[in-house]
Each structure stands twice: as structure tokens, then as C-alpha cells.
């Protein structure tokens, strides 16, 4: 088990922080356990709480996590620092701190499998909503012209003078049950954002497949991850959970969510703000962040920056569910590590 795993299994173990219950002791114990248990510095300490904070009620914002590690860091241990690191895991370890002597021993278990639609469930606690409440809660609202939504969003998520690369030219293939399935095909186009809005001014392409576009900038000379410039947002989306489910979970979980659309199939995609420093920091990041939502059920392929996420403001027929529409339900340029929905 490498010291990743470790972690996270850890993490598993430790309940949730509640509002009322000693909340705060409880994220100050995990931060000196992370910190000084396994050694960390205070920047992987955040990381790994950032981890464990969406199960919390309510979630911690991120300063104030980073509040928590740093406070741990000029704590003093009872124990050495790395002693949760030993070659006999972290059974029979005492977990508590100076400051806080919350919980004792934990006993290995066997891993608890669960669903991804049952943890969901649980993670929202009877929470629900509906696309007219993400509406309603967007700083930019999706005008009721949804053949508008790509321009609007080239409006709000792009600058001008990079360059944005969409496809709408698809091929069939095979998936892995046999079934043929359009797939976007070619290097599609690669234009400025403002020309891009004014072409699409005149009419959206259009395809019986709807169509796909890279959800950060490209430098016109490829489609491969060396030719993206601003490495701003990653993709979330779904392979086989309950549309209304998917709904309810982007808006509840606290995470940076620029915008959130419709794929005119049976799943949505959210584009996660990152603003990630370069290529590896991106791919850190983006594998980070899959980690933690895996068991969602979340599509963990989602990892290069270069990915296509699906084109609003055009029609699907192939693959189609509901009315096809691909649109927004959500955009908002400037989102925090915050709960869409209260």
C-alpha cells in the first residue's frame, strides 16, 4: 500500500465534521494527524482535507482548512512525526493529538462497497433540486434563446484573442458492448473567440450528433495537451447515474463550478475552475480532484486538458435523451469552493 492509499483509507475512517458536534476540534485532530501522522507538509495537508471536506456539514471554505493546517503545524505532538506511516499500517495507532483527544483506536475492517447512486444519496442527506433552481442560482443567467448558450459561454469562460477549437464532424464506432456510437472525429476548427462569436451569431453548426468543444484555450496549432494555453478547467461528468441525481450533486457539492450543461444524452458536464500552473500541475490536480469524487461514479478519464466536453446551443439526435438539447443550466465566471445551492 503506497502512502497515498494509506491516506485515503484513513480519511475513510474519519467521520464527518457537523456543525454543533466539536466540529472544529475534530478538523484540527485530522489536520495533526495528516500533518504530523504521515508527515506532510501543510499544502498536501490542505489537499488531502479538501479530500475529505464535501462530507462535512457544512463544508469548511479552503481558508479556513488552510487555517486548520497551519494551526497544526506549530502545534506540539505527543507522538513522532511519520509514526502513521509504520510498516503495520495504522490499526492500532493512537490518532489523537495534544490539542484534541478525540478519537482512539481504529480496527481494520473490510472496505465497504457502496454504489455510486447510494452515495450520492448519502452525501446529499434528502437534498434535491431542479434545472429551474440551478437557473435561478446562475450569476449569469442562461438566456431563454438556448441556441445562444455556446456564445454566451465564449462570453463568460474565454478571452478574447485565444483561440477555442470545436468539433461537430463524428464517426461510428463499436463501444465496448458492441453498440455503434458517434464518436467527433477530426481536428474540427480552431478560431478566435471573437470571430468565434460571430460566426456562431449567424447559426450554430450543426450535426445529427450535436457536437463538442475543448474547454480551454488552444494555440490553433493542434488538439493535443501541448497546444492548450491556459490550463482553467477540468471535466466532470457521468457515465451511468440517474439524471436527476447528477443534478442534485454538482448542486450541493462544494467545488468551483464554472458551468454546468446538458449533453442532450443521459448525462451533464460541470467544468471545474483549476487555473492550474502548467501541464503536470494540471493533471495533478485533475487526478486529485477524480480521486476524491470517484465514489460518485464520476468518468475518471477525464484527466488531460485538452478534453472535449459537449458544444451548447445545438441540437443531438444519435444518442439522444430527453429533447437533445445541449444547454446550459449554469455560468458563472468567477465560482468559489462553495455550494451552489444552500
Known sequence: ?????????YLAKCPPAV???NGHGQTFALACSLLNGFGLSEEETVSYLMLW??????PWTESELRHKAQSAATAQHSKVRGHLLGDNGFSKEDYSCTSFQAATKVE???ALVIDPSTAIEIFLKGFRCVESDLWDASPIKPSEDWTQDGILLLQHLFQPGE???FVHQFTMKDDKAGVKKPVPSGYGESVERNELMDLWSLGMPTSDCGGWMRMNPMDGNG???KNVTAYRHILLEFDSIPLDLQLCLFGRIPLPISCIMTSGGKSLH?????DSADATCYKDDAAMLLKMLSRFGLDAKNKNPSRLSRLPGVMRKLGAGGDGRQRLLYLNPNPTQSRILP
Open 223 to 225: 488538439i493535443a495537451d
Open 1 to 9: 500500500m503506497d502512502k497515498h492509499e494509506r491516506i485515503c483509507r
Open 53 to 58: 471536506n464535501p462530507r462535512c456539514d457544512p
Open 19 to 21: 456543525s454543533g458536534q
Open 270 to 274: 460541470a467544468w471545474v475552475r483549476a
Open 108 to 110: 481494520p475492517k473490510p
Open 163 to 165: 483561440v477555442v477549437n
